[in-house]
C-alpha cells in the first residue's frame, strides 16, 4: 500500500538521575563522595534511506521514543546514554509540526535531522565537592526529554513524469521501459498509487520514471483521485503528457491535463515537457498518422509499449533532456 502522508509524535528520551554516594571502603577513612553523573536521554533523528519510496512502515507505528538515559552509580561510574530513535523516511519527505509550519524537507539521500535532544543526564555527588563542603549529600535528577507531533508529506524524486488521463497506456509503457510491473488492466483507474523505474536509455546513463495515477478533468478539485498524487509531479524535472493517438481529440486531451496542473500549481507551465502519443500498435501497418501537435516546439514521439515502436527515440530524446538539466542544476550549485 502506498502512503504519503503520516502523523506520527515523537519523543526522546529522558535523562538518568545522578547518584548520591560516598566511597566506602576498608582502610580508606573519609572516601569522600563518588556518585556518578546520569546518561544523557537518547534523540529523536530523522534520516534519508533511499531504499525507501513510501510511508507505509508509520502506518503501525505512530507513537516513537528514544531511550532513557541509566541513572549514575557510586564510584564515580556514569550512566549509559539512551539509544537514539533513528526514524528513516523516503527522499522527499517534508516534515511540519502540528500547526502546519515547515521543519525540513529531506531531500539528500543520507540527509540527517536532530529534531529533539535528549535530556541531559542529572549530576552525581562528586560533582559539587569543594573544599569547604567536601561531604555534599545533593544530586541532580536527569531533565524530561520533549514530545512532538510531527506531520509527514512525501513529494517523490523522479526525473520524469508519465501523466495523462486513465487508459492513456502510461502503466503499459512504464513497464516496457524499465523493470517496475504495475497494475495493467482494460479499464480506468487501474493505477491507485504512483510507481517509479528505473529506465537505462544508454550505456551508464538512466534516469527515474514515474508512472503517476490518471487525471480528469476538476482533480485539482478533489474529484477522482484528486490533489493526493498532483504534488508528486512538482518534484519531477521532466513533464511527460501520455496522449492516446487514436483519441478523438488529443489537443483537447492536452489541454485539459495543462489546465489541471496549472489550477493545482502556476509553476507547473515552467516545467520542461515533452508528449508521448501512446498505442501506435492501433492505427494500422498502412494508417497515415496526422500529428495533432505539429505546431507545438515540445518534442514528440510516436510510440507503442506493445511493439517497441518509436521507444529507442523517446529513450534517447528524454535521457539527454534529463542530462542536460542534472548539468545545469550542478553547475548552479557550484556558484
Given at each position: 500500500?502506498?502512503?504519503?502522508?503520516?502523523?506520527?509524535?515523537?519523543?526522546?528520551?529522558?535523562?538518568?538521575?545522578?547518584?548520591?554516594?560516598?566511597?566506602?571502603?576498608?582502610?580508606?577513612?573519609?572516601?569522600?563522595?563518588?556518585?556518578?553523573?546520569?546518561?544523557?536521554?537518547?534523540?529523536?533523528?530523522?534520516?534519508?534511506?533511499?531504499?525507501?519510496?513510501?510511508?507505509?512502515?508509520?502506518?503501525?507505528?505512530?507513537?516513537?521514543?528514544?531511550?532513557?538515559?541509566?541513572?549514575?552509580?557510586?564510584?564515580?561510574?556514569?550512566?549509559?546514554?539512551g539509544e537514539h530513535?533513528?526514524?528513516?523516511?523516503?527522499?522527499?519527505?517534508?516534515?511540519?509540526?502540528?500547526?502546519?509550519?515547515?521543519?525540513?524537507?529531506?531531500?539528500?539521500?543520507?540527509?540527517?535531522?536532530?529534531?529533539?535532544?535528549?535530556?541531559?543526564?542529572?549530576?552525581?555527588?562528586?560533582?559539587?565537592?569543594?573544599?569547604?563542603?567536601?561531604?555534599?549529600?545533593?544530586?541532580?535528577?536527569?531533565?524530561?526529554?520533549?514530545?512532538?507531533?510531527?506531520?509527514?508529506?512525501?513529494?517523490?524524486?523522479?526525473?520524469?513524469?508519465?501523466?495523462?488521463?486513465?487508459?492513456?497506456?502510461?502503466?503499459?509503457?512504464?513497464?516496457?521501459?524499465?523493470?517496475?510491473?504495475?497494475?495493467?488492466?482494460?479499464?480506468?483507474?487501474?493505477?491507485?498509487?504512483?510507481?517509479?523505474?528505473?529506465?537505462?536509455?544508454?550505456?551508464?546513463?538512466?534516469?527515474?520514471?514515474?508512472?503517476?495515477?490518471?487525471?480528469?478533468?476538476?482533480?485539482?478539485?478533489?474529484?477522482?483521485?484528486?490533489?493526493?498524487?498532483?504534488?508528486?509531479?512538482?518534484r519531477t524535472r521532466?513533464?511527460?503528457?501520455?496522449?492516446?493517438?487514436?483519441?478523438?481529440?488529443?489537443?483537447?486531451?492536452?489541454?485539459?491535463?495543462?489546465?489541471?496542473?496549472?489550477?493545482?500549481?502556476?509553476?507547473?507551465?515552467?516545467?520542461?515537457?515533452?508528449?508521448?502519443?501512446?498505442?501506435?500498435?492501433?492505427?494500422?501497418?498502412?494508417?497515415?498518422?496526422?500529428?495533432?501537435?505539429?505546431?507545438?516546439?515540445?518534442?514528440?514521439?510516436?510510440?507503442?509499449?506493445?511493439?517497441?515502436?518509436?521507444?529507442?527515440?523517446?529513450?534517447?530524446?528524454?535521457?539527454?533532456?534529463?542530462?542536460?538539466?542534472?548539468?545545469?542544476?550542478?553547475?548552479?550549485?557550484?556558484?
Open positions: 500500500m502506498f502512503i504519503d502522508e503520516m502523523t506520527i509524535t515523537v519523543e526522546s528520551g529522558s535523562g538518568g538521575n545522578g547518584c548520591c554516594s560516598f566511597r566506602r571502603e576498608k582502610f580508606v577513612p573519609r572516601g569522600g563522595p563518588d556518585g556518578g553523573d546520569g546518561g544523557d536521554g537518547g534523540d529523536v533523528i530523522f534520516r534519508v534511506d533511499p531504499q525507501l519510496n513510501t510511508l507505509h512502515d508509520f502506518r503501525y507505528q505512530r507513537h516513537i521514543r528514544a531511550g532513557r538515559g541509566a541513572h549514575g552509580e557510586g564510584k564515580r561510574r556514569t550512566g549509559q546514554r530513535a533513528i526514524i528513516c523516511v523516503p527522499p522527499g519527505t517534508i516534515l511540519r509540526d502540528a500547526k502546519g509550519a515547515l521543519i525540513r524537507d529531506m531531500v539528500e539521500d543520507g540527509q540527517e535531522l536532530v529534531l529533539l535532544a535528549g535530556g541531559r543526564g542529572g549530576r552525581g555527588n562528586a560533582r559539587f565537592a569543594t573544599p569547604r563542603v567536601q561531604a555534599p549529600r545533593r544530586a541532580d535528577s536527569g531533565r524530561e526529554g520533549e514530545q512532538m507531533e510531527v506531520r509527514l508529506e512525501l513529494k517523490l524524486l523522479a526525473d520524469v513524469g508519465l501523466v495523462g488521463f486513465p487508459n492513456a497506456g502510461k502503466s503499459t509503457l512504464l513497464s516496457r521501459l524499465s523493470a517496475a510491473r504495475p497494475k495493467i488492466a482494460d479499464y480506468p483507474f487501474t493505477t491507485l498509487e504512483p510507481h517509479l523505474g528505473i529506465v537505462q536509455w544508454a550505456e551508464g546513463e538512466s534516469f527515474v520514471l514515474a508512472d503517476l495515477p490518471g487525471l480528469i478533468e476538476g482533480a485539482h478539485e478533489g474529484k477522482g483521485l484528486g490533489m493526493r498524487f498532483l504534488r508528486h509531479i512538482e521532466i513533464l511527460l503528457f501520455a496522449i492516446d493517438c487514436t483519441s478523438l481529440d488529443p489537443r483537447g486531451e492536452l489541454e485539459a491535463l495543462r489546465r489541471e496542473l496549472d489550477a493545482f500549481d502556476e509553476g507547473m507551465r515552467h516545467k520542461p515537457a515533452g508528449i508521448a502519443l501512446t498505442k501506435a500498435d492501433l492505427l494500422g501497418p498502412d494508417a497515415e498518422f496526422e500529428d495533432p501537435f505539429a505546431d507545438l516546439r515540445a518534442p514528440r514521439f510516436l510510440v507503442s509499449a506493445v511493439s517497441g515502436h518509436g521507444v529507442p527515440e523517446m529513450l534517447r530524446g528524454v535521457g539527454q533532456a534529463v542530462k542536460k538539466l542534472r548539468a545545469d542544476e550542478a553547475e548552479k550549485d557550484d556558484l
